[in-house]
């Protein structure tokens, strides 16, 4: 069974930084693309991030310049660099994996409060 479980979340000031990892397990087989979505309480899920075998990489508008995706693909592992974080950047963040076929998987969900 495929599984993908994220690390990092957590509280952050105004300016700070955080770093997201996203890690799967239960396949052998390297996903297509991996990617970070959010999610802030009353709204709909949003792609943050996304990255591709190929490493080639796609942005929110919001998050541009300020966060940076990268992945291992020999571990199935995504990161997401966050620096200089607002606080409209509250939500919950989910990986996803995703395989040329079209199946996906996502991650239970990690929480990014920015606050004072």
């Known amino acids: 069974q495929v599984q993908l479980v994220e690390s990092g979340g957590g509280l952050v000031q105004p300016g700070g930084s955080l770093r997201l990892s996203c890690a799967a397990s239960?396949?052998?087989?390297?996903?297509?693309?991996m990617g970070w979505y959010r999610q802030a309480p009353g709204k709909q899920r949003e792609l943050v991030a996304s990255?591709?075998?190929?490493?080639?990489?796609n942005y929110a508008d919001s998050v541009r310049g300020r966060f940076t995706i990268s992945r291992d693909n020999a571990e199935n592992t995504v990161y997401l660099q966050m620096n200089s974080l607002k606080p409209e950047d509250t939500a919950v963040y989910f990986c996803?994996?995703?395989?040329?076929?079209?199946?996906?998987?996502w991650g239970q969900g990690t929480q990014v409060t920015v606050s004072s």
């Open positions: 996803n994996g995703r395989y040329r076929s079209g199946s996906s998987y």
């Open positions: 239960g396949t052998i087989f390297r996903f297509y693309a």
């Open positions: 990255v591709t075998s190929g490493v080639s990489t």
